[in-house]
């Protein structure tokens, strides 16, 4: 969507394990986010990147990392000691140059712990 | 915390009439407000936005109203159609983040 890329869309893990999101975009945008949501729920702040090789914890950051070694590129890896990882995962573009603030969705990742 | 909130998870209104999707904030200071749309399995959609020098701004059969006053806005869907079924959010920027509130699913009634 709009230029960004997101995979897999679905993603079913096991207990215990680690799984990596997978999150590139073409817009050339600075400013990368990684929002996590639950049914009925709105988009909770897991990590955002401002620049490369800088990020950011957001509000739920406990259980997940992520790197941003490329300006195209805003990985999320959800390791087991996220406790409840079954979730919508949206990953977000930012160009500040535009007065809506320049925020771009992309198409999401549902993640499902078997 | 959120500083942005919606007052009602759920709307249903019949095909052609309008919408109304209210959504309440809490700092006096904030200066922008932004509305999204998203549809099952996909993310979120700009629709418009709003700053606090402006009370009302319209778009295409959307309208957005700001009431300082009391710290509330409201979406309004003229005609609403079949394709507007959604969920609808209220976001606010905050500290280089964008801040959401919980979302109302608007659906509507052939």
């Known amino acids: 969507d709009g230029g960004i890329t997101q995979s897999p869309k679905y993603l079913f893990r096991k207990e215990g394990q680690n799984v990596t999101l997978s999150c590139e975009q073409n817009?050339?945008?600075?400013?990368m986010y990684w929002y996590r949501q639950d049914p009925g729920q709105g988009l909770r702040l897991i990590y955002y990147?401002?620049?490369?090789?800088?990020?950011q914890k957001g509000d739920i950051a406990e259980g997940y990392s992520v790197s941003r070694e490329k300006k195209e590129s805003f990985p999320l890896t959800v390791t087991s000691a996220q406790k409840n990882p079954t979730a919508f995962y949206l990953c977000a573009t930012q160009d500040r140059g535009y007065s809506n603030y320049g925020y771009t969705f992309g198409s999401g990742t549902r993640l499902t712990v078997v | 915390g959120e500083s942005v909130g919606l007052h009602l998870p759920t709307l249903s209104v019949q095909e052609g009439d309008n919408s109304i999707i209210n959504c309440a904030y809490s700092n006096s200071a904030s200066d922008y407000f932004i509305w999204y749309k998203q549809e099952s399995g996909k993310g979120p959609q700009f629709i418009i936005d709003?700053?606090?020098?402006?009370d009302k701004r319209q778009g295409q059969r959307v309208t957005v109203l700001l009431n300082k006053t009391v710290k509330h806005l409201s979406l309004q869907i003229a005609a609403t159609q079949p394709g507007d079924s959604a969920v609808y959010f209220c976001?606010?920027?905050?500290?280089?983040?964008?801040?959401f509130g919980q979302g109302t699913e608007l659906s509507v009634k052939p």
């Open positions: 817009l050339n945008h600075d400013a």
């Open positions: 709003i700053r606090s020098n402006m």
């Open positions: 990147s401002q620049i490369v090789n800088d990020f």
């Open positions: 976001a606010e920027p905050k500290g280089g983040k964008l801040i």
